[in-house]
T-cell receptor
Framework: AAGVIQSPRHLIKEKRETATLKCYPIPRHDTVYWYQQGPGQDPQFLISFYEKMQSDKGSIPDRFSAQQFSDYHSELNMSSLELGDSALYFC???????????????FGEGSRLTVL | AQKITQTQPGMFVQEKEAVTLDCTYDTSDPSYGLFWYKQPSSGEMIFLIYQGSYDQQNATEGRYSLNFQKARKSANLVISASQLGDSAMYFCAIYGQNFVFGPGTRLSVLP
């Protein structure tokens, strides 16, 4: 079965550069969540989208922005990168915000960003 | 606001024995879901088991079972017959208005 696809899997950038992470949800899933997991930390919620509209916002820095496109894939754009942005970035998808309450929430394998 | 507490930063278990990973939660949402994820050293987040707040029976998935005690707001994960491959970080998470993870428990299975 198709899973959540994230690209790139690994990314190395220098301070003050920009980076874009992509997430392709499971087919039919219309809700996307982004999480950031620093070394040795639990995942922190950044932002979510439902039907191409932002549905919730967490601890996402102002330097970051995200959107969901008409094909439901989502992109997380990060500018003016800082050393502290080095982390594993997860995308998860579900079929509708409420349907997450049926357990239909699956994560991609993550994109590991390293800022030098 | 929602919160997950996992009081065991690290746990050890002998291979083939059962182990219980603790999870307590706090939420004001009348309807919510509880999830357990496994994160091996490779980093991916692997879904293990789900329990809905209105589910009458405890969820089970193979060797994984969720001991759901709603009145105590606990959702402990029980892994039966531990295997070496079970060594990983385990995260409890809750979904109500949004999805919140706990701090995780590192499980080490000893041969």
């Amino acid at each position: 079965a198709a899973g959540v696809i994230q690209s790139p899997r690994h990314l190395i950038k220098e301070k003050r550069e920009t980076a874009t992470l992509k997430c392709y949800p499971i087919p039919r899933h219309d809700t996307v969540y982004w999480y950031q997991q620093g070394p040795g930390q639990d995942p922190q919620f950044l932002i979510s989208f439902y039907e191409k509209m932002q549905s919730d916002k967490g601890s996402i820095p102002d330097r970051f922005s995200a959107q969901q496109f008409s094909d439901y894939h989502s992109e997380l754009n990060m500018s003016s990168l800082e050393l502290g942005d080095s982390a594993l970035y997860f995308c998860a998808s579900s079929l509708g915000v409420q349907e997450t309450n049926t357990g239909e929430l699956f994560f991609g394998e993550g994109s590991r960003l390293t800022v030098l | 606001a929602q919160k997950i507490t996992q009081t065991q930063p690290g746990m050890f278990v002998q291979e083939k024995e059962a182990v219980t990973l603790d999870c307590t939660y706090d939420t004001s949402d009348p309807s919510y879901g509880l999830f357990w994820y496994k994160q091996p050293s490779s980093g991916e987040m692997i879904f293990l088991i789900y329990q809905g707040s209105y589910d009458q029976q405890n969820a089970t998935e193979g060797r994984y079972s969720l001991n759901f005690q709603k009145a105590r707001k606990s959702a402990n994960l029980v892994i039966s017959a531990s295997q070496l491959g079970d060594s990983a970080m385990y995260f409890c998470a809750i979904y109500g208005q949004n999805f919140v993870f706990g701090p995780g428990t590192r499980l080490s299975v000893l041969p």
